[in-house]
């Protein structure tokens, strides 16, 4: 079986949502397809629980191996 690796996004808007997402930071991505079929992700967010956000906010980005392991490193 191929090791998944973990995909990332920057947030890049916080509308509505300003205490909750902060713009410029990586977040990692989580699988949820029931929150993808209606366009929004699943990240952890700013009070360290996993919540559901517009796809809108974030844009995907590919990290190399070593920014992967710094993030596992600090959460």
């Known amino acids: 079986m191929a090791k998944r690796i ?6 890049v808007r916080n509308d509505g949502f300003p205490v909750s997402l902060e713009v410029r930071k990586v977040y990692r991505k989580f699988r ?25 906010c974030f844009v995907p980005i590919e ?3 070593a920014a992967r392991a710094a993030l596992v490193e600090v959460s």
Do not use: H, M, N, T
Not at 6 to 11: F, P, R
Not at 40 to 52: A, P, Q
């Open 6 to 11: 973990a995909q990332y996004v920057l947030c």
């Open 32 to 56: 949820d397809r029931k929150a993808a079929a209606q366009s929004f992700i699943r990240v952890v967010d700013e009070s360290g629980e996993d919540y559901v956000y517009p796809a809108g």
């Open 63 to 65: 990290l190399s191996q």
